[in-house]
C-alpha cells in the first residue's frame, strides 16, 4: 500500500521549492515502463509548463494541495478554456488524449495528482507547442505572463 500524508506533500514542495525548474515529483507506479503512470507534482509559483498534449493518454489532474490554473488551447494556440483546480476550483479534471494544454501554480505549495496510461513516453517534438517559447529561452518570463492573464479567444504572440 502507498500513501502520501501532509507530511510527504511538504516534503515534496520543499524539494520543488529548491529546484531549478521549481518543480518536484513523487511517482507511486514502480516503473516508466507501468501501464498506469501516477504521480504527485509539486510545483511552485513561476514554473514554467510549456504547452503540450498527450497524443495517446487522457490525462487526469487531481489537486492535492494549493492551487493551479490549466490554460486549454487549439491546434494554433488560442486559447480555448481555463479552469482553476484546487482552493475554490474543480477538484478533478480529465483531459481526453491530444488536448494542448498548459499548468500554472498559483500559490507556493501546490501538489497535483496526474495519472495518465503508460508507459512513459518522453515528449517528442510534436507533442510541444510549436508556438510556445521552449525551457530556457529568454521569451519565457512573456509566456508565463501571458499564460496568467490570457482570456478565452487570447493567441500567444512571440
Known sequence: M??????DLASLSSRAADAARLRANHNLHETLDAA?????IAMEPGTYVRPHRHCQSWELLCPLAGAFEVVVFDE????????RLGEGGAAVLEM???TWHSVLSLTAGSVVLEVKEG????????DLAAWSPA?????????LEFLATA???ARYAA
Do not use: H
Not at 494554433?76 to 479552469?83: D, K, P, Q
Open 119 to 126: 508507459p512513459y513516453r518522453k515528449a517528442e517534438a510534436a
Open 96 to 98: 481526453p488524449a491530444g
Open 2 to 7: 502507498k500513501t502520501l500524508n501532509r507530511i
Open 151 to 153: 482570456p478565452v479567444g
Open 76 to 83: 494554433a494556440g488560442v486559447v480555448c478554456s481555463r479552469l
Open 135 to 143: 525551457e530556457g529561452d529568454p521569451a519565457v518570463a512573456a509566456m
Open 36 to 40: 498506469v503512470q501516477r504521480l504527485a
